[in-house]
């Protein structure tokens, strides 16, 4: 990944985010947490699990 990319910005701001948010972080950590328990070892269940809640933190991040 290209260090200008957008995914790559995008990555990056997502990570700064939670780690200066502990509360959308514990937040995160429960909804992999549930997706792992759901999914046992499905990636695509797990995946579709936490999709909506990434969907909106992202924006969230992207938008500050």
Known sequence: TCNNSKVWKSAISFRDYLK???K???DYANIRKQGAEIAKGE???YRRHKKEFLKK????????
């Open 20 to 22: 200066n948010n502990k």
């Open 24 to 26: 959308a972080a514990k």
């Open 43 to 45: 990636g695509a269940t």
């Open 57 to 64: 933190l992202t924006k969230r991040v992207l938008q500050k």
